[in-house]
């Protein structure tokens, strides 16, 4: 079994940081792309920005310059640190990865979802 834990939310001023963590822990033989999303009420699942194992990064065009993703491979934990957070960021953030279990074979590649973290920023 594997779980993805969110860490971090929570209310902010705009121009605001906070930082968001994600562990995944359980039955893990390796983990591909890890990555954030978000939901505001009432719209759609978007990507924010992933991570390979190696380092490479995606950003959406809304966060580029404010956020910064990074990960820790031997911890399995994935952050976001967001600076000059704005009202529209207003968002249910999740954790996502893409992990090879241990205790399945054949190897194969499941994504995982994490419960979400509230983030608000205020005007």
């Known amino acids: 079994q594997v779980q993805l834990v969110e860490s971090g939310g929570g209310l902010v001023q705009a121009g605001g940081s906070l930082r968001l963590s994600c562990a995944a822990s359980g039955s893990i033989f390796s983990i591909n792309v890890m990555g954030w999303y978000r939901q505001a009420p009432g719209k759609q699942r978007v990507m924010v920005a992933t991570?390979?194992?190696?380092?490479?990064?995606v950003y959406a065009d809304f966060v580029k310059g404010r956020f910064a993703i990074s990960r820790d491979n031997a911890k399995n934990t994935v952050y976001l640190q967001m600076n000059s957070l704005k009202p529209e960021d207003t968002a249910v953030y999740y954790c996502?990865?893409?992990?090879?279990?241990?205790?399945?074979?054949?190897?194969?590649?499941?994504?995982?979802w994490g419960q979400g973290t509230q983030v608000t920023v205020s005007s």
């Open positions: 996502n990865a893409d992990i090879e279990r241990a205790d399945l074979l054949p190897r194969a590649w499941y994504s995982y």
């Open positions: 991570i390979t194992s190696g380092g490479d990064t």
